[in-house]
């Protein structure tokens, strides 16, 4: 029970900040390119990578809070499947250049920063 708690409140607490990222990144730059889906999957696939090289080295994390990080924060702060939709649009609209530019950021841009948060995680442990 007290695992599902810590999943429904970070699952909540990523689903504020995702919705606090698409906000903030359309008042700044517009909604033309979904920018704040990029965005979100970057920084997701970031801290993913961090948080887990970090529980890989030692750190003594509770089961029930790496499941609350992974599944609960970053399962609803991540948003593949907007991603998805948002590429499949390009592609029904016959933006094809912007279909290519979405996903090639999103893949490249997505796997550097899993690999920024392990190193990262890799040079502040022992």
């Known amino acids: 029970m007290k695992e599902t ?14 919705f606090g990222v698409g906000r903030g990144t359309k ?5 033309a390119f979904p920018l704040d889906t990029l ?12 948080t887990t ?14 499941t609350a990080l992974s599944v609960g924060f970053l399962g609803a702060f991540t948003t593949f499947s907007t991603f998805g939709y948002a590429t499949f649009d390009f592609i029904r609209q016959g933006a094809f250049a912007a279909a290519a530019l979405n996903g090639v950021a999103n893949l490249v841009l997505g796997l550097l920063a899993v690999w920024l948060g392990i190193s990262s995680a890799r040079w502040i442990t022992p």
């Open 5 to 18: 708690l810590l999943i429904m409140i970070s699952g909540a607490m990523g689903s504020l900040c995702r």
């Open 27 to 31: 008042h700044l730059f517009g909604g």
């Open 39 to 50: 965005i979100v999957n970057v920084l997701g696939c970031l801290l993913i990578g961090f």
């Open 53 to 66: 090289q970090l529980m890989c080295s030692g750190l003594k994390v509770p089961q029930a809070v790496q």
